[in-house]
């Protein structure tokens, strides 16, 4: 049987459905609580952007250098040692991708149950990811059929959304957009920092075609043009989305809520209006749901590879698709759902999803100085000022975090440090079991 590949616009479907799903439609309300400047927040927004798109040109080159899935399991095993691999992927597969499809799933239920409350949140986010799994663990046609389907509904949805809120709002909020006395001020604040970590979040997915390279079409040439464009449309469709929510809803309505998207089309539309872009907005997440089920997955795959204890990870049906993998990762997910609170769980994997890309990016001066022949099919644009821009921001942000949220912190550690005892327990029973 042919093995199909995974094509380019797949794969930028990936990257946008990663990326514009819960962070975009949630963190606004919680960045209100301490910064009111319009413009200082479309700042958080654009620090945010340039940020992704700085990480993106970075694995660009990490890409065509290893074109392996995985991510930066991979990257990680290739710069520094098999423990730092694995330890990177133990958080992929358990923080970095399972807890962001659960907040999107959450998300998705919470929409569509303010729409229709009769119907449990938490049933409609277990029912979404179960339902997306089945379809996932089948063959890369049904998979990338969906994923661009949604994907495009996506888009779609997200441009007329902008558009007849702009058009259609019949006061629109006196919220100042160019800066004022003290902006300046609130952008070197903690405050600001803190916020970054949201915005960073929401960004974060633009490294997830590097999880299916083995699966993508030449990817050594279009892994680059793939984390560009997925990148940069983002950016233009989160300063788009923003400047609506602030443009329309006051203030007061949003901050400390979940369900901005809604409020602000209440705002506009009011309750029938509302109910109708609820529902419209519960869809569009369900393609982030569904690209993250696609690429978490391959991490796991990768370790069963390379480690024999977890082979069963490795293992791929008639159509080269890991279905156990797919299957761990949503019961992983599905545990999140049911145990976790919503901000804990976001800023839990913000905290060790950053640090994982902190170490591959950082990983890039490393390889220049230690390797400076080995064979690099793409350069990083801008190097070295784009990763040490994104180093700095993440590295800034990180360290804010850790002292502004260290329960969180501190509990991403814990769950780095149990990653180490496994790969070497891993390690002791490979051992044992080629001994024998």
Known sequence: MKNEKFS????????????????????????LLDIQSGFVILMLWLVGGVTALCGALSYAELGAMFPRSGGEYNFLNEIYHPLAGFVSGWVSATIGFAAPTALAAITFGKYFSSVFPQ??????ACGLIIILTIVHATSRKNSGQLQSLFTLLKIILIIVFCLLCFFMV???????????????????????????IYVNYAFSGWNAATYLSNELDQPTK???LILGIGTGLVLLLYLALNFIFLYVAPIENLKGQVEVGYIAAQ??????????MGVSLSLLLISTVSAMIIAAPRVLQMI??????????????????????????AAISLLFILTGTFESILIYSGFTMGLNTFL?????????YRKPKLARPYKTWGYPTTPFIFLSLTGWTLVYLLIDKPKESLLGLLTIAIGIVIYFISEKMSIKRHAQ
């Open 8 to 31: 380019k616009n797949t794969a930028i479907a990936v990257i946008v459905a990663n990326m514009v799903g819960t962070g975009v439609f949630t963190s606004l309300g919680f960045q």
């Open 360 to 368: 591959a990016v950082l990983g890039l001066f490393i390889l220049r």
């Open 170 to 196: 019949d006061t629109p909020q006196k919220i100042n957009f160019l800066p004022k006395a003290g902006d300046k001020d609130l952008i070197y604040s903690g405050a600001f920092a803190v916020s970054l």
């Open 304 to 329: 069963g590879e390379d480690f024999s204890v977890f082979k069963f990870l490795g293992k791929t049906n008639k159509h080269s698709i890991p279905a156990n993998a797919i299957y761990i990762q």
């Open 222 to 224: 279009n892994l680059p």
């Open 267 to 276: 705002s506009v539309f009011g309750p029938s209006g509302a109910a109708i």
């Open 119 to 124: 119907f449990s949140s938490t049933y409609l």
